[in-house]
């Protein structure tokens, strides 16, 4: 038996139910690309106003892609769990606000329709840097990219995010609507900028007088969001049939901890946000000390941990050496921030620490490591530039980096083969193929245009850093480096 709303009573006392009727619920909100990250996240969110008694702010859900998650929701009748795990502790709720699941290729028209809805008032994103279409050191769109290319040529059936939001606002326009808000919500330095250059630039490809107008018209906030979400396996849904009664299979797995920090510029009605989301005039600062600090750390544990054959973050933190590299790589990316009066930097670095050492988050080194070429240049490569651009060391942030590099060969230092996942390891993998040795497979990296800056390219602390730790990630192994980086000065 499946969750769903008939099943509803039947659910064990302890676990959270929807307080409201999803029958009088109306879609406020689109989101692109949803995912385990938006139902731990953002739809749990929306949920808490929709508890709160403000019935506008249902969510519509598309896949740009794959048809997994319409078929995991779409029996359950769009209720899935969310389970908070803290140590032996855990937590479960039902959400209700997601009420359809569509895949954009299959309905196109829905989609755009129920985009352009007068009853629609933010679009929300969590389509992975990938999916933005943008060069991740320039910002520039992709145009060689197919369905960007695809999009260039003609929006009568979109086949990315920007297409579609492009595409809904023109609509909108027509039917002398105002725009919706369109909120980034994945981990890019200046989302919302990002976003809005990349809508303007494909409107203005199509239509000047459409660009103009949302220029004028449209908002595009930033935003900084926080909650580790590891991936969801079939044992966890195994164990919670167990507790259940009944299967779900769009369960997710969460921290307790929950952030949403969102530029407070909407261009049309908002909810009565409840906790866990801070509307701020400023969301910059939040967003360098998020990416530096958790994600920069993320990125390191899951190479360095991943190639010393460790699966899970609570696992690589274990080992002394690693937990001292962390807190180094903090010590190097702190003096970079300038945050808010709200954030205590201390704190929060303890906070993170008990983060990833929850154990029952199970949150998989390999994951993490997904996409590296798309996320290096916020969450080490622009922190590597500040630092050096101080005249300050990169011991340990040279380190993350280097296994990125090392990470590329596809095998652990236990003789272990993987699948490097990363929509640019064809092309990395060439431009290492032919590299006889460390120093030239770091000439080698340095010259791909779109991870490195060109700030970074002919930095030559840099590369005998990088050259140094690759060096010893491919003689002597991730541990060993680990343990050599507090000895180390660049």
């Known amino acids: 038996m499946r969750l769903s709303e008939a099943e509803l009573t039947q659910l064990p006392g302890d676990v959270t139910r929807p307080g409201y009727d999803r029958a009088q619920v109306t879609v406020g909100v689109v989101h692109l690309g949803i995912g385990a990250f938006h139902r731990a996240h953002q739809a749990a969110m929306f949920d808490d106003v929709l508890a709160a008694g403000d019935l506008r702010w249902g969510i519509v859900a598309a896949s740009l892609r794959s048809p997994t998650v319409r078929e995991q929701m779409a029996p359950q009748d769009g209720l899935y769990t969310m389970l908070v795990r803290d140590g032996a502790q855990q937590s479960a709720r039902i959400i209700g606000a997601v009420q359809k699941v569509l895949i954009a290729p299959e309905t196109t028209g829905e989609l755009l329709a129920v985009m352009a809805s007068p009853d629609t008032h933010i679009v929300t994103l969590t389509i992975t840097e990938k999916g933005y279409k943008l060069d991740p050191a320039t910002g520039a769109l992709i145009e060689g990219d197919p369905q960007l290319a695809a999009d260039l040529a003609s929006l009568d059936k979109p086949q990315t995010?920007?297409?579609?939001?492009?595409?809904?606002?023109?609509?909108?326009?027509?039917?002398?609507?105002?725009?919706?808000?369109?909120?980034?919500?994945?981990?890019?330095?200046?989302?919302?900028?990002?976003?809005?250059?990349?809508?303007?630039?494909?409107?203005?490809?199509?239509?000047?007088?459409?660009?103009?107008?949302?220029?004028?018209?449209g908002a595009f906030p930033e935003t900084m969001v926080d909650r580790i979400v590891p991936a969801t396996t079939p044992q966890d849904i195994a164990d919670l049939a167990q507790r259940l009664g009944v299967e779900d299979r769009a369960m997710?797995?969460?921290?307790?901890?929950?952030?949403?920090?969102?530029?407070?510029?909407?261009?049309?009605?908002?909810?009565?946000?409840?906790?866990?989301?801070?509307?701020?005039?400023?969301?910059?600062?939040?967003?360098?000390?998020k990416l530096r600090l958790l994600n920069g750390a993320h990125s390191g544990i899951a190479y360095l941990g991943g190639l010393a054959g460790l699966a899970h973050v609570h696992e690589v933190l274990e080992k002394a050496e690693a937990r001292g590299f962390v807190e180094q790589l903090w010590d190097e990316a702190q003096a970079t921030l300038s945050p808010p009066?709200?954030?205590?930097?201390?704190?929060?670095?303890?906070?993170?620490?008990?983060?990833f050492d929850n154990p029952a988050l199970m949150h998989r080194t390999h994951q993490i490591a997904m996409d590296g070429s798309q996320k290096l240049p916020q969450r080490l490569l622009a922190t590597i530039a500040a630092r050096l651009q101080a005249g300050q060391g990169i011991a340990a942030l040279s380190l993350a980096v280097a296994g990125w590099i090392r990470w590329q060969a596809g095998v652990d230092d236990l003789g272990q083969g993987f699948t490097v996942d990363d929509p640019l390891a064809g092309a990395i993998g060439a431009a290492l193929a032919d590299a006889p040795d460390a120093a030239a497979r770091i000439e080698a990296v340095l010259g791909i245009e779109a991870v490195v800056p060109a700030a970074l390219r002919g930095d030559a602390v840099l590369r005998k850093a990088l050259t140094h730790w690759l060096t010893v990630l491919e003689t002597k192994g991730a541990l060993a480096a680990l343990a050599l980086c507090k000895d180390v000065a660049w």
């Open 341 to 355: 009066p709200e954030l205590d930097i201390a704190a929060y670095r303890k906070a993170l620490m008990g983060r």
């Open 252 to 289: 997710v797995k969460t921290e307790p901890f929950t952030q949403w920090v969102i530029e407070d510029r909407f261009c049309g009605p908002r909810p009565a946000f409840g906790a866990g989301v801070q509307l701020t005039g400023a969301v910059a600062p939040w967003e360098e000390a």
């Open 161 to 217: 995010a920007l297409g579609y939001i492009v595409k809904a606002l023109s609509m909108r326009r027509v039917a002398g609507l105002e725009p919706f808000t369109a909120i980034s919500c994945d981990n890019l330095p200046h989302n919302g900028s990002r976003l809005y250059a990349g809508v303007l630039e494909l409107a203005t490809r199509h239509d000047p007088s459409l660009a103009a107008w949302i220029a004028a018209k």
